[in-house]
Structures are given as C-alpha cells and as structure tokens.
C-alpha cells in the first residue's frame, strides 16, 4: 500500500533557528512528490514538486531535497510568518490523485 | 488570476439531510479533484476528473457520495443522508497537469 509519513508531529522553532522535516514515502513507483503549505482555515498552498532522486528546490527559506525513500523540507532561518503545517504528498506512477501525510505542524516563535 | 472557488465556506446540517458543494476550478485546466480532511487525518482522495473521460470514482467512502462536473468545469459534490462521520473540511483542487491547486474548502458539520 503507497503510504506517506511526516516527521515531526509539530516542531517548534525560535525565529532564526534552522531545522528541517522529514517525508517519507512507500510507493510502488514515483510519479513526483509535492509539498504544500497549509495555514489554518485555508487550503494547501503548493510549494514545490520533485520528480526524481537527487533533485532539490529553493523558494526564499526553504529547500526542498528528495531521496529515493524520503524528502526534506529545510527551513533557513525560519520567521514567525513560517508558522503553518507542511504537508507532504506523492503522486504514484499511472494515478493521478496525491497520496497525503499527516503533515508536521510548524510554530515559529519571535 | 482567480484561484479555485468553493461554496459555501461552511455548511451546518442535520443528520440524514443532503448536501451539495461546489467548485469552481481555476479557468483552464482540465483535471478537477476532491479530497476531504477530517480532524487529525491527512487528505484523502474522494474522486477525479479529467476532460471527457470516465471519472475516477476509486476514493468515494460510499454510495452516498456522488459528484458531477458540468462542461468540463464547475464540480459539484453531493452527499445523500449525511451522517456525523461525513463532518470534515471537504477541498477541491484543479490541475493543468500534475501540480494541484487547492480551494479554501468547504466546512461541513453534521449535527
């Protein structure tokens, strides 16, 4: 069975200070693994896709890196406005829906 | 531009009325999904559009659950005599290819 699963639950950071959370994944082929930013009341807001081992985004203080078995998400000098929960998913090879972790919720404290 | 659209934002009904939600997906793009997010849980996939072709109704929970897109745009999701388990956020997305962008959601609370 594909799975996804997040790492932290929660992390709580103090502004400035670096970490990074964990996906990983269970698939039986890789289409491409998105992450998503999800702040409370709204929807996910797409950040990034990876498609293959190796590959790595940027987007201001965050980079996302990906693995054959796990992604990171690395936040650089996170800011209060980071706080959110990130939400990992993966497309599987011949479907197109997006199987979700639980997500790892981020509270960056001034 | 316009990002995707629900309605309502929040829906309150009692136990075993119907309900319908609605998308209206960013102009476009031809793939249209719903997932719903329960409290605790991750996204779950309900069910897929695309174009013309036969939907992928693979992650509907039960009978109840139905949905339809209307000249390859507007999605509306209906759930028959709902029960308290179907409260959950209820989230449409729209995709030119892969990447998939999300509504605001529609709340639904079951009393």
């Known amino acids: 069975e594909d799975q996804v699963t997040q790492s932290p639950e929660a992390l709580r950071l103090q502004e400035g200070e670096s970490s990074s959370l964990n996906c990983s994944y269970t698939?039986?082929?890789?289409?491409?693994l998105f992450w998503y930013r999800q702040d409370p009341g709204k929807g996910p807001e797409f950040l990034f896709t990876?498609?293959?081992a190796g590959e790595e985004k940027e987007k201001e203080r965050l980079k996302a890196t990906l693995t054959k078995k796990e992604s990171f998400l690395h936040i650089t000098a996170p800011k209060p406005e980071d706080s959110a929960t990130y939400l990992c998913?993966?497309?599987?090879?011949?479907?197109?829906?997006?199987?979700f972790g639980t997500g790892t919720r981020l509270l960056v404290s001034p | 531009g316009a990002g995707v659209s629900q309605s309502p934002s929040n829906k309150v009904t009692e136990k075993g009325k119907d309900v319908e939600l609605r998308c209206d997906p960013i102009?476009?793009?031809?793939?249209l999904y719903w997932y719903r997010q329960s409290l605790g849980q991750g996204l779950e996939f309900l069910i897929y559009f695309q174009g013309n072709s036969a939907p992928d109704k693979s992650g509907l929970p039960s009978d109840r659950f139905s949905a339809e897109r209307t000249g390859g745009s507007v999605s509306t999701l209906t759930i028959q005599r709902t029960q308290q388990e179907d409260s959950a956020v209820y989230l449409c997305a729209s995709s030119p290819q892969d990447t998939q962008y999300f509504g605001p959601g529609t709340r639904l609370t079951v009393l």
């Open positions: 698939v039986s082929g890789l289409r491409g």
């Open positions: 102009s476009g793009h031809t793939a």
């Open positions: 990876l498609y293959s």
């Open positions: 998913a993966v497309q599987v090879t011949g479907f197109q829906k997006l199987v």
